[in-house]
T-cell receptor, first 116, second 113 residues
Framework: DTGVSQDPRHKITKRGQNVTFRCDPI?????LYWYRQTLGQGPEFLTY????????KSRLLSDRFSAERPKGSFSTLEIQRTEQGDSAMYLC??????????????FGNGTRLTVT | EDQVTQSPEALRLQEGESSSLNCSYT??????LFWYRQDPGKGPEFLFT???AGEEKEKERLKATLTKKESFLHITAPKPEDSATYLC??????????????FGEGTQLTVNP
């Protein structure tokens, strides 16, 4: 179990540029989640996948945000035309649902985005 | 809408001084309540899941309890390495809640030697 891996750890970009983040979940986990966290706040849900299907998206997820999980393995989160308000830590998590109850979410160490 | 409120926002303790953190929640059909620890610059680290009122879980100096409206994280004889932000989250049942967790804003705990 190597844990959830996120890349890059830090990203600085200029307003208006596009950015893409990658998440590699724990290998046997079938669910993958994206959260956003700003300083002093708890993580906010953005979206989640079960295998390759995107099952839920938050109202926080504007049209500039898109997430994919091809083949049900790694996932990417793209932000187009970045704005200063997009500056945050973007966290990825994964879990496994064997039955009625989910296993807990296991988080990566996030990608910190700074938009200048 | 699911809501989670944590108190206090920040807590300073002396090493060995026991205390409790509070998590109050409003949720339509609780499927699970989760406690996480988060160190600066890191992702949240899972501690406990509680599923029903009256349930308790323990791990080293930490003990989590659950009622129908709130959860407590009791810290017994804390050490400086227990310093972190502690996050509470709920997972709701029902068709529209999906699988997401709704987090509180966390309690920042500092334990002084």
């Amino acid at each position: 179990d190597t844990g959830v891996s996120q890349d890059p750890r830090h990203k600085i970009t200029k307003r208006g540029q596009n950015v893409t983040f990658r998440c590699d979940p724990i290998s046997e986990h079938n669910r993958l989640y994206w959260y956003r966290q700003t300083l002093g706040q708890g993580p906010e849900f953005l979206t989640y996948f079960q295998n390759e299907a995107q099952l839920e998206k938050s109202r926080l997820l504007s049209d500039r945000f898109s997430a994919e999980r091809p083949k049900g393995s790694f996932s990417t989160l793209e932000i187009q035309r970045t704005e200063q308000g997009d500056s945050a830590m973007y966290l990825c998590a994964s879990s496994y649902r064997p039955g009625r109850y989910n296993s807990p979410l296991h988080f990566g160490n996030g990608t910190r985005l700074t938009v200048t | 809408e699911d809501q989670v409120t944590q108190s206090p926002e920040a807590l300073r303790l002396q090493e060995g001084e026991s205390s409790s953190l509070n998590c109050s929640y409003t949720v339509s059909g609780l499927r699970g309540l989760f406690w996480y620890r988060q160190d600066p610059g890191k992702g949240p680290e899972f501690l406990f899941t509680l599923y029903s009122a009256g349930e308790e879980k323990e791990k080293e100096r930490l003990k989590a309890t659950l009622t129908k409206k709130e959860s407590f994280l009791h810290i017994t004889a804390p050490k400086p390495e227990d310093s972190a932000t502690y996050l509470c989250a709920v997972q709701a049942g029902g068709e529209t809640s999906g699988s997401r967790l709704t987090f509180g804003e966390g309690t920042q705990l500092t334990v002084n030697p």
